[in-house]
């Protein structure tokens, strides 16, 4: 959408002003269906790039410029008030931490390998896991022909002691990746 400024005596007393705005003003004047063309004394105002809005900074935008005979857009950059710059630091680092979050929470989703087989480790896996093992504690043994099923839904016959084993893979994954979110969480 093109943007206009009104332009009384070479300089602007209007921005910005819209095709809407311009009609609404000249109540008289016929304009084309299509292509609109403003009247005197509106210009159409040329759009330029912000410059980059830091934590710490305001990119605002003033009226526009006549820059070699055409209308520019203006920005002007200062420096953001304390508060403002609070809000924006707190809302950095809560973003940051949703990223960390995840990217924790989905390591240690992902599967692992025991015996060159992949098996689910996401958290409702690593339940059920835990339960067989307390479970079974007492006797840490599995019924006849017990089996868990690994990532491609083949049933993988195991033996207490592989469950255990395959626990302790997930335990030192999920460690890892633990220590990796606290340590993000710091930086």
């Known amino acids: 959408m093109t943007l206009y400024a009104k332009i009384i005596d070479g300089a602007v007393s ?9 009609r609404a003003e000249n109540p008289t004047v016929l304009f084309a269906a299509s292509n609109f063309e403003p009247p005197d004394g509106y210009v159409a105002v040329i759009a330029t790039t912000p410059p980059a809005d830091t934590i710490t900074n305001l990119v605002t935008e003033v009226k526009p410029v006549l820059v070699k005979g055409q209308w520019k857009q203006k920005w002007l950059v200062s420096d953001a008030p304390a508060e403002i710059v ?15 979050l995840s990217e924790y929470e989905l390591a240690i989703a992902q599967d692992v390998e025991f015996k060159g087989i992949l098996f689910q480790a996401d958290p409702a896996s690593v339940a059920n896991l835990k339960s067989v093992l307390l479970a079974r504690l007492p006797t840490q043994t599995l019924p006849d022909g017990f089996y868990w099923v690994a990532s491609d839904n083949a049933q993988i016959p ?16 999920n460690w890892l990746a633990f220590k990796q979110y606290q340590q993000d969480k710091i930086k």
């Open 14 to 22: 209007q921005y910005p002003v819209t095709e809407d705005i311009i």
């Open 86 to 100: 609070s809000e924006r630091e707190f809302t950095l680092n809560k973003t940051k931490n949703t990223i960390f």
């Open 158 to 173: 195991v033996t207490y002691t592989d469950l255990q084993a395959l626990g302790e893979i997930i335990f030192e994954r």
